[in-house]
C-alpha cells in the first residue's frame, strides 16, 4: 500500500519552471525548503529550517504541483497521500499507515511527504469524532514532532487544504511556514494557455490571446487546463457531430418521425 504513496509519475523531473507566476512563493519556497533540503549542513540550530509547510488557497491552483516541484528542485522522494483516502480507506488501520509512512520516508532521505486535503486528516476535535481518527491524528503529532528534534534530517512535510480553518490547532502549529497559493494573475494565465494549448497555440494572435487572458481573471490553473482541453478538442468536436448528424439521418428517416402523442402515455 506504502508503495503506491511513493510517487512514481517523474515528479523528480518537475521543477519551479513548470509553474506559471507565482514568483514570490517560489523565491520563498526555495529559501525556506529547497535550500534546507539539499544542505541541511548548512541548517542547524537556529538556523534550523521549518519540518512543517501549509499551501492553502483555492482549489485548483497548483498546490500539488508545487509540492511535486519542491521535490524536483531538492533531488527529494516524492510520498503523496490524500487524507480522505487514508481516513476512509484505512479505517482503523490509519493510525499504522502514518507511521508507516514516516519510517519508510526516513529510509529514502531527502523526502517529501505531500499530504493533500490535510484538513480532512487534522480536523478539529468533536464529540463525533471517532476514535480510530483521533488515535490517526495523535501519531501524525507524534511523528511531526519526533521530525523537528532531528534537524539535520531532511525530512519535509507539506501539506494542502482549501480550509485551513479547519485544521486542528494544535496540527496547525505544526505548520510553521504558511505559504497562500492565490488564483493566478493574467500574464501566468496567458502563459499557462500557451503551455497547455502546446501547437494549437499558433492558431491565436498576440491580441486574442491578451483577451483571453482578460476574460479568463478569476479562473484557477485547473480551470484553464480544462478550458484549454475543450478548445484543443472543438475542431474534433464540429467534425465527429457532424458524422454522427450524418449516421442519425442514415438510421432515421423523416417518414418515420411522427409527433410524440401524449395519449399514447395516458393509456
Ligand atoms: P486541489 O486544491 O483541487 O487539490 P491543487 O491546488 O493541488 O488543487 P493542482 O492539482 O496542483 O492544484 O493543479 C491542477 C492543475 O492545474 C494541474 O494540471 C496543474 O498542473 C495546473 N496548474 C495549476 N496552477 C498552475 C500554475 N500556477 N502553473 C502551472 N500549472 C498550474
Excluded at 504541483?65 to 524536483?72: M, N, P, S, T
Excluded at 503529532?141 to 532531528?150: C, N, P
Excluded at 458524422?243 to 432515421?252: F, L, Q, Y
Aim: proline share 4%; glycine share 6%.
Amino acid at each position: 500500500i506504502l508503495a503506491t504513496m511513493v510517487d512514481s509519475s517523474g515528479s523528480n523531473q518537475k521543477k519551479f519552471d513548470d509553474i506559471s507566476g507565482l514568483e514570490k512563493v517560489k523565491e520563498a519556497l526555495l529559501e525556506l525548503v529547497v535550500w534546507p533540503l539539499e544542505h541541511p549542513e548548512m541548517f542547524t540550530g537556529i538556523k534550523s529550517p521549518s519540518k512543517g509547510l501549509l499551501l492553502f488557497g483555492p482549489p485548483g491552483t497548483g498546490k500539488t504541483l508545487i509540492a511535486k516541484c519542491v521535490a524536483g528542485e531538492s533531488q527529494s522522494t516524492f510520498f503523496c497521500i490524500s487524507a480522505s483516502t487514508i481516513t476512509s480507506k484505512w479505517i482503523g488501520d490509519g493510525e499504522k499507515m502514518v507511521k508507516a509512512l514516516f519510517e519508510v520516508a526516513r529510509t529514502r532521505l531527502p523526502a517529501v511527504i505531500f499530504i493533500d486535503e490535510v484538513d480532512s486528516l487534522l480536523t478539529q476535535r468533536s464529540s463525533e469524532e471517532h476514535e480510530s481518527s483521533r488515535r490517526m491524528k495523535t501519531e501524525f503529532l507524534t511523528q511531526f514532532d519526533g521530525m523537528t528534534t532531528e534537524s539535520e534530517e531532511s525530512l519535509l512535510v507539506i501539506g494542502a487544504t482549501n480550509r485551513p480553518q479547519e485544521i486542528d490547532e494544535a496540527a496547525r502549529r505544526r505548520f510553521t511556514k504558511r505559504l497562500y497559493i492565490p488564483l493566478p494573475e493574467k500574464e501566468a494565465r496567458i502563459e499557462m494557455i500557451i503551455k497547455n494549448l502546446g501547437d494549437h497555440q499558433r492558431k491565436l494572435s498576440v491580441t486574442e490571446l491578451d483577451v483571453i487572458g482578460e476574460r479568463t481573471d478569476g479562473y484557477s490553473g485547473a480551470d484553464i487546463t480544462g478550458l484549454c482541453q475543450d478548445a484543443a478538442n472543438y475542431g474534433n468536436r464540429e467534425l465527429l457531430m457532424a458524422r454522427s448528424r450524418d449516421k442519425i439521418r442514415v438510421k432515421i428517416r423523416p417518414d418515420e418521425v411522427r409527433p410524440i402523442n401524449f395519449s399514447d402515455f395516458e393509456k
